[in-house]
Every structure is written in structure tokens, then in C-alpha cells.
């Protein structure tokens, strides 16, 4: 496997990292490939993860090359000048725009709920002729996300406590609709992407965004829906 380089450079090294994938060896999973270990044997050095992405969750993600530089890094997101923005399909018609105020519970920790903000706006919505539901329609919304916070799988319990789960989810999400887009789309994944990160470069200062390159599950959805690119939301 070739992991998808979007910038690299002496300090940094910015990947797309596809849905799937774990972080690094678990003590829990089968799995054989991890996202560490294959870019560390694809540049053929040591590289140090500066934040994660849960294993179902695709999209923008950035290692150093220094244990040093990936600290100084990771302070940026502790401070917050960090911008994230990811993009999902959820169930049901979101609100224009809101902020989801509601503490996640931290499950890898000593379960204590820790306070986590998510703001989102939506960017297009659709009502499918299936009655997946109890309703003789489906609707779902196209998301665009700012996570305030950090929390472990934030967004996908965001979006759980204001019954809009996001397609995919098979932890958090709704079984009907994620079977409803499997077998009518094709989508065996979570949709929910990492579309774009913004940080300062450890050296130079200047400020870095890269954006997730296009995904096929994406862009299949956008075709049956109807949806244009760069079209003002609805």
C-alpha cells in the first residue's frame, strides 16, 4: 500500500489517510496494516504522528520527522490554532447551521465526561424516494464540521446526541440507513472525512492547509444526488 502524500518537506510529511485504517498495532485488532508502520517503511524513516483520526474517519492527517517538531506541532491543536474541518453525510435534514454543546464521555480514559463543542453548518440537503424509516422518504444533509475540542470520536457522538448519526457509523450511527446506503450505493464506509487542516510550520511559521484529495464514495454520492461542487448550499 502507497499512502497518498499531499506535502512533504525536512520537518513535515501531510497524508491522506483512507477509511479502514488503524493508527498503529492494537493489542485489540487482527489487522496487519497500520497507518504508521506504512508510511514509516513507504519513505523509509521514522515518522512521529502529531494527531490521529479514528480507523473509520479518512481524510487530511500530519506526522513529523522529529519527536521534537511533532511536540511543538501537537501544541498548536492544545492551543487551539489549529483549523479542522470535516465533511460528512448525516441522517435527516440538519439545521442551517449550529453548535453541538455536550460533553463526550472519554472511553479510553476512566470514563468521566470531558466537555466537547462541535460547530457545523450544512451545505446541501436530499430527499430520496425510500422509506428506510418510519416516513415514506429519506432525507440526509451534506455537513461541513468544526470540532472546538478533541475528544475521541466527538463528531460521531455529536451528532448521535442531536439524532442525526452520521451514514456509516456502526458504532454511534442508525443500522436501517447504514444498510440503505450499502446496498443501494455502495458505501461499506464511514462518511466522514477529514477534508481540511491548517497549522503553522514548525519552522518557517507560515500557515500550511492542505485539502483531503477527492474520494471515490464521495463523489459517487454527489452524482446520485445531484449535488455540484463548489454550488452555493441549499
Not at 49 to 69: C, K, N, Q, W, Y
Not at 124 to 152: C, F, M, N, Q
Request: net charge positive; hydrophobic share 35%.
Amino acid at each position: 500500500m502507497q499512502l497518498p502524500i499531499l506535502h512533504q518537506d525536512d520537518q513535515l510529511v501531510v497524508i491522506h489517510k483512507p477509511s479502514g485504517l488503524l493508527m498503529h498495532r492494537s493489542p485489540i485488532s487482527r489487522d496487519r496494516v497500520f497507518v504508521l508502520q506504512t508510511l514509516r517503511d513507504q519513505l523509509k524513516k521514522r515518522v512521529y504522528p502529531i494527531h490521529r483520526l479514528d480507523r473509520a474517519t479518512s481524510g487530511v492527517l500530519a506526522f513529523a520527522f522529529d519527536s521534537e517538531v511533532a511536540q511543538a506541532v501537537a501544541a498548536q491543536f492544545e492551543k487551539r490554532t489549529v483549523g479542522k474541518t470535516y465533511l460528512a453525510l448525516a441522517r435527516g435534514w440538519v439545521d442551517e447551521q449550529g453548535v453541538i454543546d455536550h460533553p463526550v464521555t472519554d472511553e479510553e480514559g476512566h470514563g468521566r465526561a470531558q466537555p466537547a463543542v462541535t460547530r457545523y453548518r450544512r451545505l446541501r440537503k436530499v430527499e430520496l424516494p425510500h422509506a428506510v424509516d418510519r416516513y415514506p422518504t429519506s432525507r440526509y444533509s451534506l455537513v461541513e464540521i468544526v470540532p472546538e475540542t478533541g475528544r475521541r470520536q466527538q463528531i460521531r457522538k455529536h451528532f448521535k446526541h442531536i439524532s442525526h448519526h452520521l451514514i456509516g457509523d456502526t458504532t454511534h450511527g442508525n443500522g436501517r440507513h447504514n444498510r440503505f446506503f450499502r446496498e443501494h450505493f455502495g458505501i461499506h464506509r464511514l462518511m466522514l472525512t477529514s477534508q481540511r487542516l491548517c497549522l503553522n510550520h514548525p519552522l518557517s511559521g507560515e500557515r500550511l492547509c492542505l485539502e483531503a484529495l477527492p474520494e471515490p464514495e464521495w463523489t459517487r454520492l454527489f452524482e446520485a444526488f445531484g449535488w455540484v461542487i463548489g454550488e452555493e448550499p441549499a
